[in-house]
T-cell receptor, first 113, second 113 residues
Framework: AQSVTQLGSHVSVSEGALVLLRCNYS??????LFWYVQYPNQGLQLLLK??????LVKGINGFEAEFKKSETSFHLTKPSAHMSDAAEYFC???????????FGAGTRLFVKA | DADVTQTPRNRITKTGKRIMLECSQT?????MYWYRQDPGLGLQLIYY???????NKGEISDGYSVSRQAQAKFSLSLESAIPNQTALYFC????????????FGDGTRLSIL
């Protein structure tokens, strides 16, 4: 069975600092992996996705994530945080792009001025 | 206009009432989904539909039903609402080849007293 664990329900960084949001997955088949962002009072937006091509995936708003099979990880990073990055971020996994996408519990990112 | 529109945005009702949440989309996508979001639990899939004639149960379908009236419309019903169905509900769409939910509505916040 698939599962996703996001380490840290809350992460706080200073503006301009590195953003690192951690995600570990479990899957019995090669996974498809995703990161979504949710701003207050809005639905989720797809930030980026990994579908077995390049292991370093670039997304919108300067975010990127690296698929590491040996560590079963798909951590999200951004070199320099902006105030506008404050939101909740969800990691998700699915089996081969199928209908069932499993979401992690989310990590809320706070950005301090 | 939003690509995925949910109505109502907020609803407060009483235990035992029947409630319908509506979703319409202008993306032209075949797949539509209903998710429930609870704090600290991420998103859980209630029902999904591949097309008008294909509706499937998700992880937590008990107590819910759906209707796919047209490619663009997908409604979620709570036949007899109970307090533990208080949550934030999201509708989402995707094209068949990708599978994972791509476009989300802004959500319906439902409170059952």
């Amino acid at each position: 069975a698939q599962s996703v664990t996001q380490l840290g329900s809350h992460v706080s960084v200073s503006e301009g600092a590195l953003v690192l949001l951690r995600c570990n997955y479990s899957s019995s088949v090669p996974p498809y992996l995703f990161w979504y962002v949710q701003y207050p009072n809005q639905g989720l937006q797809l930030l980026l996705k990994y579908t077995s091509a390049a292991t370093l995936v670039k997304g919108i708003n300067g975010f990127e994530a690296e698929f590491k099979k040996s560590e079963t990880s798909f951590h999200l990073t951004k070199p320099s945080a902006h105030m506008s990055d404050a939101a909740e971020y969800f990691c998700a996994v699915s089996e081969g792009g199928g209908f069932k996408t499993i979401f992690g519990a989310g990590t809320r990112l706070f950005v301090k001025a | 206009d939003a690509d995925v529109t949910q109505t109502p945005r907020n609803r407060i009702t009483k235990t035992g009432k029947r409630i319908m949440l509506e979703c319409s989309q202008t993306k032209g996508h075949d797949r539509m989904y209903w998710y429930r979001q609870d704090p600290g639990l991420g998103l859980q899939l209630i029902y999904y539909s591949f097309d008008v004639k294909d509706i499937n149960k998700g992880e937590i379908s008990d107590g819910y039903s759906v209707s796919r009236q047209a490619q663009a419309k997908f409604s979620l019903s709570l036949e007899s609402a109970i307090p533990n169905q208080t949550a934030l509900y999201f509708c989402a769409t995707s094209v068949n080849r990708d599978g994972q939910p791509q476009h989300f509505g802004d959500g319906t916040r439902l409170s059952i007293l």
